[in-house]
């Protein structure tokens, strides 16, 4: 399946509304009585690529609420957002809501989602660390992932070959040694390693690998970390990768990277498992076809000798806290990503929620770069201010001013630190 991340800051522009929705609530000790209905959002993947697990999920709670009529409604990512922060403001709420799991943090801070018992849903305990980080805010759970996408390297096996290398790297030092002769074989107006400097999500993957983080918290305060020496050392380790291999424009971010690659001046890039595939449709291919038959994915190995740290794209499913029937949409909820159809949303072409089941896929020949990919990553820091930080595009910048050497990566890091600490614990 074929998504782009949703980044936080494009639900921002939430209803005015939206900041009363918790105050307005009661505190939910279970219903008295079943409903007779219930609201569920979900966006069309679903209804386009597994409505068979949709109905699977009605067909049991009918079983258990016979009588009950289940209502749903379909949305585009860019049109489900708006029409949400709308109905939020008053009592006619969905009870299942679907979010990219970069939109729950502006929802979970402003109180419009009811805390869920962790206990009621399948799998919990192993659900995938960056989707876990996602619905958790001040130690509660607010959402239960739904599935999730992981980052890969993709790379041209005839460019790799020209070059003289006819396997995928399995080590960082490998990689690197690998781009280095993919380089020197295509020159300095080809890109070994199409990398956008302005795509933080790699950027920060770099600085998780060393054991670094954006921000830390500490007394329920977040405070910025970029100038720790991890965060020095990952920052570092990305620069020293962008200044040898990536040879496009460097205030570039990721939105097009796919295009880009399609154009065929690059050998390999590292982004969500899908742009490889869109890369290569005849749309975009630019090579002649050539893409079709020599892309190959594979997990990208980090400097610190693991695999590299990713972020994490996917879904979480949330109950709005003015639901008048939360226990029944939990059970929904479960009923939609217990085991079984986890194992639906895999056969779809998407990852599990969680690391069991994500386990054996790691030797299937189609998934099995991504979910070994997803078994190590992170997430945003769940602050406050965070929304303020995006918007700002603090790292975005911070980066594009390394790439083009306007600053050292110590004195990025060191003002990047000092912009997000004006704005991280801000609500």
Not at 225 to 252: C, H, Q, R
Request: charged share 20%.
């Amino acid at each position: 399946m074929k998504r782009q991340l949703i980044a936080a800051v494009g639900v921002a522009a939430m209803a005015v509304g939206l900041a009363a929705c918790g105050s307005d609530a009661k505190t939910d000790g279970g219903n008295s009585a079943a409903p007779t209905s219930l609201t569920v959002w979900l966006t069309v993947d679903a209804q386009q690529n597994w409505p068979d697990l949709v109905k699977s999920a009605d067909d049991q709670l009918t079983a258990k609420y016979p009588g009950i009529k289940i209502n749903h409604e379909y949305y585009g990512w860019k049109d489900k957002n708006p029409k949400l922060d709308s109905v939020l403001a008053t009592n006619q709420v969905p009870d299942v809501v679907e979010m990219g799991n970069t939109e729950m943090l502006p929802y979970m801070i402003k109180g419009a989602l009811a805390p869920l018992d962790t206990s009621k849903f399948e799998n919990s305990g192993a659900w995938l660390d960056g989707l876990k980080a996602s619905v958790t805010y001040n130690d509660k759970v607010f959402g239960v992932p739904y599935y999730a996408g992981a980052r890969v390297a993709t790379w041209r096996k005839d460019v790799a070959a020209d070059a003289g290398v006819t396997a995928t790297p399995k080590t960082y030092a490998e990689l690197t040694a690998d781009l280095d002769k993919i380089q020197a074989k295509q020159g300095d107006k080809f890109s070994a390693w199409y990398q956008p400097s302005r795509d933080w999500y790699t950027a920060m993957s770099f600085v998780a690998d060393a054991g670094g983080s954006i921000a830390t918290q500490d007394g329920g305060k977040w405070k910025a970390s970029l100038e720790s020496p991890e965060a020095i050392k990952g920052l570092t380790a990305w620069k020293d990768a962008l200044g040898k291999y990536m040879k496009g424009d460097l205030t570039k971010d990721d939105a097009d990277r796919y295009i880009v690659y399609g154009l065929g001046q690059s050998g390999m890039i590292y982004g969500a498992g899908w742009e490889g595939g869109s890369a290569a449709d005849p749309k975009f291919d630019k090579t002649g076809g050539k893409l079709k038959d020599n892309l190959v994915s594979f997990v990208m190995p980090g400097p610190s000798g693991k695999n590299l740290s990713t972020f994490l794209g996917g879904s979480d499913l949330a109950v709005p806290v003015k639901s008048k029937a939360k226990d029944v949409a939990s059970e929904w909820i479960n009923f939609f990503t217990n085991s079984k159809a986890q194992d639906a949303l895999v056969k779809a072409g998407n990852l599990p929620n969680n690391k069991t089941q994500l386990a054996p896929l790691k030797s299937d020949p189609k998934v099995g770069a991504s979910a070994e990919a997803a078994e190590l990553s992170w997430f945003v820091p769940t602050a406050p201010g965070w929304l303020q930080v995006e918007k700002a595009n603090i790292l975005q910048n911070a980066l594009q001013d390394i790439a083009q050497g306007k600053k050292t990566v110590e004195a990025a890091a060191k003002d990047a630190d000092t912009a997000i600490d004006a704005v991280i614990n801000n609500a």
